[in-house]
């Protein structure tokens, strides 16, 4: 493996869907963030939303992603700020390509999601981590700022006082702590991690997909408005789904359950 295939991609056939595989892939470096992995990233993303049900993001090597990788900051920084753009924007792009796609995108934490890779984690749709994972937006640590979204989600996720005091501070969380927090969704220990991925996975495929895909959409979209129009747009798209063939083969499914 290197940075030749800085982000890894399999779909993987099941006999419910299909599910994508990411894998960013550059080990040597704990899955440091650098131009050709962020846009590696972006176009895997939207590859795989094209033919998959489910997309897995993980990271090679026993880490997820240690962050911004400082060798290419520091080359790049020499060439000016603006030579620092492309390195943000794509890797912005990518974190928010997530909250567009039509299918959910889980990413699988072990070892190291510091910096970029808690951002990274901060804009996916089911976090799944294992307990003794480590996490941190450890910016400040280094004296540098948030650069990939998370002094502008974390805040979202879990509230402002816990937002700016672990920017500020930098301190480590595990996998256990991510979900006390409302960060992640779910942790296990190592020997059940895989099981927890799986089952995850498996639950989402048994699921219908256009239902999965308004949820979502009324989810990502109501953040961005006001609960009025959140509402507004839920009536409106309950209304365009139950009026579906898949719809009425579940409430089908349902009833018929319900006499017996």
């Not at 999965?212 to 006001?226: A, D, M, P």
Request: proline content about 4%.
């Amino acid at each position: 493996m290197s940075d030749d295939a800085p982000v890894l991609s399999r779909i993987e056939e099941r006999p419910d869907g299909r599910v994508a595989h990411l894998t960013l892939n550059r080990p040597q470096a704990r899955n440091a963030i650098t131009v050709g992995l962020a846009r590696a990233l972006h176009d895997a993303l939207a590859a795989a939303a094209d033919t998959a049900d489910v997309i897995v993001v993980r990271g090679a090597g026993g880490h997820f992603c240690a962050g911004g990788d400082f060798h290419e900051v520091s080359r790049l920084r020499e060439e000016g700020p603006e030579a620092l753009r492309p390195l943000f924007e794509t890797f912005v792009g990518a974190c928010e390509l997530i909250a567009e796609l039509p299918v959910p995108v889980l990413a699988a934490v072990e070892g190291y999601a510091m910096a970029g890779g808690f951002e990274l984690i901060q804009s996916v749709d089911i976090a799944l981590l294992r307990d003794d994972a480590v996490l941190a937006d450890n910016h400040a640590n280094f004296g540098m700022i948030p650069g990939g979204g998370g002094s502008q989600r974390l805040s979202r996720i879990v509230g402002e006082p816990r937002a700016l005091g672990h920017i500020l501070l930098g301190d480590r969380l595990t996998g256990a702590d991510a979900v006390d927090w409302g960060i992640a969704y779910a942790a296990a220990p190592a020997a059940d991690f895989d099981a927890l991925v799986e089952r995850t996975v498996a639950n989402l495929l048994g699921k219908d997909r256009d239902a999965l895909t308004r949820i979502k959409q009324l989810v990502r979209g109501g953040l961005r408005g006001t609960l009025t129009d959140g509402l507004a747009a839920e009536l409106s798209s309950t209304l365009a789904h139950l009026g579906g063939e898949r719809a009425g083969a579940g409430i089908g499914r349902f009833t018929g359950r319900t006499r017996t």
